[in-house]
């Protein structure tokens, strides 16, 4: 025989391009066949050349097609065709047209096919041959009172078989009478779908069953070789799914007996090329019996060359060309066939195993494969970007894993499968694993319903795909932007990455946190009420945002300027920088974890006092929790790095605030108990919330053990002379220490930090330049240079004050989608009183509401409901009650007095 030249592949997929490999290292050019609706498989450009084929007829029946192939090899000058496995491998009409055509079939000859592909035929040979067969019938003809009286003399259970092809396809046990007609018609349905030919039989079922094959290859000179034996009992509707060689549970005497029956019947029909004689092996007697031939290369034919060292798709081919077996395997005789290590294949299939392996289909969007020592792949559509059709079989890539004993290659294998990486479609990787590791396979006990018989096999937890997530949701905010920010202004082009100013000193000096880590809480206070000097609270991590920039600043951006902090500025008395709404944005819309910011924080400013806000028994949330919720927070807070709670209650009731303040006492951090200043002290229609109220809840904190009294004025309602006025009464009458908050929405927050400044207040709020004024609180460098040279200097450096306010003000660049809008301030304030904190949030509400427009008439209708509700006192929770009702108002067009009618 001439050597061949050029061969087509009338196949698709993975087994295509195998064919394709082996025929390029042996220098043969190669000719792919595609349907219309796989344009797109890797196989059509492996080859050399492809052509389309079967115009007008479906995507299975066109590499169906006997007149289809023969029309392309003839085209392209082929002069040999090899068929893979499937499809047309095991039809001799293939082989006949090939003979005609003179076109060289790669293949054993059409009578060998005739007389094993038909697998009630192959039964007939296997006896001539001396080999135990499964009492089974003949081909089943359309008579179904003939077929039930030869399923009586086979007796049930019993399995029906196609006569023609594999794969499972056509099979299905029968456990009684009653199915027998309802199985027979639909094996029928699916083989003829299949292969073109629905004929099948009967065959008695072994309960507890091993399936063993015997791979054979034998040349055109009577020579036959058996490449030893593979496992192949892991199935799943007799669908292979773990392929092992040799299989590990046979003695050197059972490995030595099966593969002589399974040589006994390729040379009972002097078998050429490559094929595989299947057995089942009885679990309880050991026996092996007969049950079909493939006249083809298998799926699981790679276990066997890494196992032996032989090509078996070369073999086919230079067999094909006349060469004798010596020559075809390397190997001088079937003595020298010998057995090294052990190999497992794995089928990576894109279904879904926990939808009843449904398979999936779409585009793979990641692809990510394994490789290292002893893995193989074999893949036909294996990579991103590929388009997986539902016309075609489910099976994406074959793993396979060698190694010198079972253990490893199983260890190797699993090692394989958990680097994978396969996104878009659903694949049974996991389910794989799982089986892996189950005790049964390790133990060599499973049998051919192992997997129908153990139901923990699907117990496993689905791939989160974090990098596909992270990559779609990167893709989709820079086409489509992000949904909170569309439609807003973006930052300008050129801004810069913001740098922190470089730090004074390598070690920060010691600072209000030393005080109290070496001498405690009561000595802070104490200490506190012996400096002439302000102290100051720097807000600019917490409300300084969460009153400009609807508290939408990242850990980062905090986490990057904290050193200069501790550095630059040891004088400050505490940096807030936690609590209040930053707990709820930190995990809802920055997809952060806010305790990782605080423990970042901590470690980085380890001078200095943190400081939180917490809303009483509502803790950092929106409703009352449990106490002993709010205590285990607290706790937590403590133990991450929180020094100084800061705890009210939205309606200044105490006994709402004595769990929190037990439990921030427990942990021995710093207790400021706050009032919450609403109204105006000398407005006698006010007189609700007059001095009086405010020194009487002062002398009830102080009884409740708090170390500082908090003046938390959340919406900048308290004028210079308010200011004056109760910081010199709580001073008086209950000597705590004052810390004073404002807002500046008025613009007047200055003014009345230096009126509570003449009155003796201890400590104030201030934000840093770039994130100070409006909503947010007063200027500190303002409020440091105004009492620079007075009894009450602060002693801040400004110079370091104003290089970390330069630094925010590269950071608020980038936040410009969440601005308040609001460029001036505002008297409009004392109409609403709506706190700072919730200014940007509201107007944030408003704008998805489409009522940014109407922003007056909410701020007017926030006013009427609060005095609807009483003339309440307005902060988180409170102000969001008003403030939703307000919202709900206006968008109905409704009216306080509508509500109250």
Not at 422 to 433: C, M, Q
Not at 707 to 725: E, I, S, T, Y
Request: aromatic share 6%.
């Amino acid at each position: 025989m001439a050597d061949i030249k050029k061969i087509l592949i009338a196949n698709r997929g993975e087994i295509a391009i195998r064919v394709m490999r082996a025929a390029n290292e042996l220098g043969k050019r190669t000719v792919g066949i595609f349907a219309e609706e796989d344009k797109l498989c890797l196989h059509r450009f492996k080859a050399d050349e492809a052509y389309r084929i079967g115009k007008g007829l479906g995507p299975v029946a066109a590499y169906l097609s006997i007149d289809e192939v023969i029309r392309v090899a003839q085209d392209s000058g082929a002069d040999a065709i090899h068929p893979g496995y499937g499809l047309l491998s095991e039809n001799p009409a293939l082989v006949e047209a090939c003979a005609e055509a003179g076109i060289t079939f790669i293949g054993p000859k059409s009578e060998t096919m005739r007389a094993l592909g038909d697998k009630a035929s192959a039964r007939r040979v296997a006896i001539k041959a001396g080999v135990p067969v499964i009492p089974a019938s003949d081909v089943l003809g359309n008579d179904m009172e003939l077929v039930r009286k030869q399923a009586e003399e086979i007796g049930y259970p019993m399995m029906l078989k196609a006569s023609w092809g594999g794969g499972g396809r056509g099979m299905r046990p029968i456990m009684s009478p009653d199915e027998l007609e309802e199985k027979v018609l639909e094996g029928r349905r699916e083989a003829e779908a299949a292969f073109g030919n629905g004929e099948g039989y009967l065959e008695k079922m072994i309960q507890r069953a091993r399936h063993v094959e015997v791979q054979i290859l034998g040349d055109s000179r009577g020579n036959i070789y058996h490449l030893w034996e593979r496992d192949c009992s892991v199935q799943r509707r007799n669908q292979k799914v773990v392929e092992r060689a040799p299989a590990p549970y046979l003695s050197g005497a059972q490995r030595e007996r099966l593969a002589g029956l399974g040589k006994k019947i390729a040379e009972e029909v002097s078998y050429e090329c490559a094929g595989t004689i299947e057995f089942l092996m009885d679990m309880d007697s050991g026996e092996f019996y007969f049950i079909e031939v493939n006249p083809r290369i298998q799926v699981e034919h790679t276990v066997t060359e890494e196992v032996t060292g032989i090509d078996i798709v070369q073999a086919q081919i230079l067999i094909a060309e006349g060469k004798g077996l010596v020559e075809a395997t390397g190997t001088a005789s079937q003595y020298d066939v010998a057995l090294n290590g052990h190999a497992i294949q794995c089928r990576i299939t894109t279904e879904d195993p926990t939808n009843n392996f449904i398979p999936d289909y779409g585009r793979i969007a990641a692809y990510r494969g394994a490789n290292g020592m002893g893995i193989r792949l074999d893949g036909g559509t294996a990579y991103s970007g590929a388009v997986i059709t539902r016309y075609y079989d489910s099976l994406l890539e074959k793993v396979t894993a060698w190694a010198p004993t079972p253990e490893a290659a199983i260890a190797r294998m699993d090692r394989a499968l958990r680097e994978f990486r396969i996104r878009g479609v659903s694949t049974n990787i996991a389910f794989v694993e799982n089986l892996l590791k189950h005790p049964t396979f390790r133990n060599n006990e499973y049998h051919t319903r192992f997997i129908d018989e153990t139901p923990g096999l699907f117990d496993f937890k689905p791939r989160r795909d974090r990098a596909t997530r992270i990559l779609t949701y990167l893709a989709d905010v820079t086409v489509n932007g992000h949904p909170e920010t569309r439609d807003r202004p973006k930052p300008p082009a050129s801004l810069r990455a913001p740098a922190p100013p470089p730090l004074q000193a390598r070690e920060p000096a010691q600072g209000t946190r030393d005080l109290l880590k070496n001498k405690g809480a009561e000595a802070v206070a104490s200490w506190m009420l012996e400096q002439e000097r302000v102290l100051v609270t720097d807000t600019t991590m917490r409300d300084g945002p969460q009153s400009l920039l609807a508290t939408r600043m990242r850990s980062i951006d905090m986490i990057n300027v904290a050193p200069a902090y501790a550095a630059n500025l040891p004088g400050l008395f505490s940096v807030e920088c936690w609590g209040g709404a930053t707990f709820d944005v930190a995990y809802r819309f920055l997809h952060e974890c806010p305790w990782q910011r605080l423990r970042d924080l901590r470690a980085a400013m380890p001078n200095l006092l943190t400081q939180m806000l917490v809303r009483g028994s509502n803790a950092v949330g929106y409703t009352n929790y449990p106490d002993n919720v709010v205590r285990f927070f607290i706790q937590r807070a403590a133990h991450n790095g929180v020094d100084l709670f800061r705890i009210f209650d939205p309606l200044n009731w105490i006994e709402n605030m004595r769990v929190s303040m037990d439990a921030v006492l427990d942990t021995g951090s710093i207790l400021e108990a706050a009032i919450c200043y609403t109204g105006d002290i000398h407005d006698p229609d006010r007189a609700k919330y007059d001095l009086k109220y405010y020194v009487s809840m002062a002398r009830e904190l102080k009884e409740a053990g708090t170390h500082v009294l908090g003046l938390k004025d959340m919406a900048g309602l308290a004028k210079p002379a308010a200011a004056r006025a109760l910081v010199k009464a709580l001073k008086e009458e209950v000597g705590l220490p004052v810390h004073f908050h404002t807002h500046d929405t008025a613009g007047i927050a200055c003014a009345s930090i230096l009126a509570a400044s003449e009155a003796g207040v201890d400590v104030v709020d201030c934000a840093m330049d770039a994130l100070s004024g409006n909503t947010s609180q007063a200027t500190l460098g303002t409020v440091v240079e105004a009492l620079k040279g007075s009894e009450r200097d602060t002693l801040l450096d400004i110079g370091a004050i104003r290089e970390i306010s330069n630094y925010w003000e590269g950071v608020r660049g980038h936040y410009a989608a969440f601005e308040s809008g609001l460029q001036a301030p505002a008297s409009e304030v004392y109409l609403h009183e709506m706190p700072g904190g919730q200014f940007t949030n509201l107007k944030a509400q408003a704008r998805s509401l489409g009522l940014e427009e109407r922003w007056h008439e909410v701020a007017h209708a926030y006013a009427d409901v609060n005095r609807m509700f009483g003339d309440i006192v307005k902060v988180t929770p409170t102000s969001k009650v008003v403030g939703d009702m307000a919202l709900m108002l206006v968008s109905q067009g409704l009216s306080v007095e509508d509500v109250l009618d």
